[in-house]
Structure formats: C-alpha cells, structure tokens
C-alpha cells in the first residue's frame, strides 16, 4: 500500500495545542504538494492546509494564524502544529500527497472540547 499515515490527533481543550504528523514514504515517485484536510461530521471535506515542493503554503481562512504547515519533501513527510484550538476545528484530519495522482490516508482524530 502506498496510503500516507497520519498521526499525533487526540483530544485536547480549547486553547490548546497538537502537531499531526504524515508519511507518504511508500510513495516512490516524487510528491509535488502535501496537505491536510478536515472533515466533520455531516459535513463534506474541506480543506485545512497545502504546502508545495516550492515552500509555497495555502490556509483554510478559519485557521489562518492558528496553524502551520510544514514538509520536508525529501522524507515525504507533513506536520500540522496546531494552536489556540476551538471545538470546531474538531474532526477527521486526513493527509494528502499528490503526484499525477492524490493520495489520502485513514485520517487521525482531532477532538476539540469547549
């Protein structure tokens, strides 16, 4: 399987922090943008955060200044550090790497309480 895996959700209270983490190093070929999205429940997936190969990154407004993405391409890996979290960024984060094709991992919980 060349699924990325995610890792570091949990739950936290509001105010607080969490880093997630992705590895796509299953992927063999090279990974031109890695990302994060979100999806909670009854709604559709949305989009959290991409970063490219070139270091250019792209918010979600409602995390704009809260989160920060980062990758290192060569290790094919993806980190979200997340602060001053609010219960509605509480869902199912999923990490995404795209080559001519996307990948999605399982996703890792995120749960916000008030």
């Known amino acids: 399987q060349v699924q990325p895996v995610e890792s570091g959700g949990g739950l936290v209270q509001a105010g607080g922090s969490l880093r997630l983490s992705c590895s796509a190093s299953?992927?063999?070929?090279?990974?031109?943008?890695m990302g994060w999205y979100r999806q909670a429940p009854g709604n559709q997936r949305e989009l959290v955060a991409t970063?490219?190969?070139?270091?250019?990154?792209n918010y979600a407004d409602s995390v704009k200044g809260r989160f920060a993405i980062s990758a290192d391409f060569a290790k094919k890996t993806v980190y979200l550090q997340m602060n001053s979290l609010k219960p509605d960024d509480t869902g199912l984060y999923y990490c995404?790497?795209?080559?001519?094709?996307?990948?999605w991992g399982r996703g890792t919980q995120v749960t916000v309480s008030s």
């Open positions: 995404n790497a795209k080559t001519m094709y996307s990948y």
């Open positions: 299953r992927i063999i070929v090279t990974i031109n943008t």
């Open positions: 970063i490219t190969r070139g270091g250019e990154t």
